[in-house]
């Protein structure tokens, strides 16, 4: 065999063992690699695995404490809807007591509604009404009942007859007359219609019926009475009785006028009244003040006589005393002196008693001048309204 090829069989032969080897050492290494990576996983899916469970149990603590505050919410929400359940309960509650109690009050208001239309539905009672309401009036300004004031007087004179509601007297001896009675058919009818023509056609009604009262009441001449103003007031006792009838016509209270009449309303009727109480109350005022100023000129009188009195005292008491002070010495020169010789006789009698001084005189009264008494007049602004009567 040739030398060649011994040759390349040894290479052959060689590069066979050195595959051979190379592949069992590749083989060695490669699973050395795979334990390596393996365990290397292992480890990193442990860790991994603690870790989530560490995370876990941190986020099983927050879901925890997450859950006792939601809890605790739900129980105070809880409570606060139970709060607000019990108030809607005691407010409905309240409600309902309020609506049977605002249903009764009507109920209550509509039949005294109904039981005052009907007591005002005839003209005899309506003016009786007027009248109690315009006394209450005539008291809550001072007036007072047969003195400033009376009720259904009679009145006649050569040109005029009737029987006033009210007649009150004014400071000056005029008497003012009053009329209670008033319209109010129309006007309550009027009130009960829904529909809104009929209720207008209503209350021109109920302005004409008003006009008439006017015209009847010029026609009875409280107003052409000697001791009377030239008007008499009629007095409705509301104000929308006046209000629908000038909404009507415009021109109602100056047509009134016309007939001497005036018509009052219980604003406009008390503020009438408390000007001739305040009139009343001047005039007690001025009244006063001239009753003042008698009784101190009759004070000043007596003062005066007094005062020249006291002089007089005065006088007679300095005029004593100085007759007192000349008796005295003319005592101990005669009296004393004859009396202590009497006693050198050996006659009996009380020497202690004669042996006692006179007193002295006493000290001079201070003098009063006799002159008249000088003061300033004191005036007193106040008017006073002459009572005819």
Same mark, same amino acid.
């Given at each position: 065999m040739s030398s060649a090829l011994v040759t390349l069989i040894t290479l052959i032969i060689g590069l066979f063992l050195g595959t051979v080897l190379g592949f069992l050492l590749a083989s060695r290494r490669s699973g050395n690699i795979s334990d390596l990576t393996f365990q290397l996983t292992t480890a990193r899916a442990e860790r991994d695995l603690y870790k989530s469970e560490r995370d876990n149990a941190v986020d099983d603590s927050n879901l925890a404490t997450q859950i006792e505050s939601m809890k605790s919410a739900m129980e105070k929400l809880q409570k606060e809807a139970q709060e607000a359940d019990r108030r809607r309960i005691d407010a409905e509650s309240d409600i309902r007591t309020q609506v049977r109690t605002m249903s009764t009050h009507n109920e209550s208001l509509v039949a005294q509604t109904k039981a005052i239309a009907g007591a005002l539905s005839h003209s005899q009672k309506r003016g009786k009404f007027g009248e109690a309401q315009l006394e209450l009036m005539l008291e809550d300004a001072g007036l007072h009942k047969g003195i400033e004031y009376s009720a259904q007087r009679s009145t006649t004179d050569s040109d005029s007859s009737g029987i006033p509601d009210i007649t009150v007297k004014m400071p000056g001896g005029t008497k003012l007359f009053i009329d209670s009675k008033f319209p109010f058919d129309r006007f309550i009818e009027a009130h009960e219609v829904e529909d809104s023509d009929e209720r207008e056609q209503l209350f021109i009604e109920h302005k004409k019926d008003l006009f008439n009262h006017v015209v009847a009441l010029s026609k009875r001449g409280y107003q052409d009475s000697q001791d009377s103003p030239d008007f008499v007031i009629l007095f409705v006792p509301f104000e929308s009785l006046l209000t629908e009838a000038l909404r009507v016509d415009p021109l109602f209270l100056e047509n009134a006028f016309k007939l001497?009449?005036?018509?009052?309303?219980?604003?406009?009727?008390?503020?009438?009244?408390?000007?001739?109480?305040?009139?009343?109350?001047?005039?007690?005022?001025?009244?006063?003040?001239?009753?003042?100023?008698? !009784?101190?000129?009759?004070?000043?009188? /007596? +003062?005066?006589?007094?005062?020249?009195?006291?002089? *007089?005292?005065?006088? $007679?008491?300095? !005029?004593?005393?100085?007759?007192?002070? /000349? +008796?005295?010495?003319?005592?101990?020169?005669?009296? *004393?002196?004859?009396? $202590?010789?009497?006693l050198s006789f050996g006659v009996s009698a009380d020497k202690d008693k004669l042996a006692l001084s006179y007193p002295d005189a006493p000290a001079p009264v201070r003098e009063l001048k006799n002159g008249e008494l000088a003061a300033e007049d004191d005036f007193i602004d106040a008017e006073e309204i002459e009572d005819e009567t």
């Open positions: 001497n009449v005036t018509i009052a309303t219980p604003t406009s009727m008390m503020a009438l009244l408390r000007t001739i109480g305040n009139v009343y109350s001047r005039n007690a005022v001025a009244h006063n003040a001239e009753n003042i100023a008698q !009784s101190a000129a009759v004070f000043m009188k /007596d +003062l005066t006589l007094l005062h020249t009195k006291i002089i *007089k005292v005065g006088t $007679a008491i300095n !005029s004593l005393s100085k007759a007192y002070g /000349d +008796l005295i010495p003319t005592a101990e020169s005669t009296v *004393k002196r004859a009396a $202590a010789k009497i």
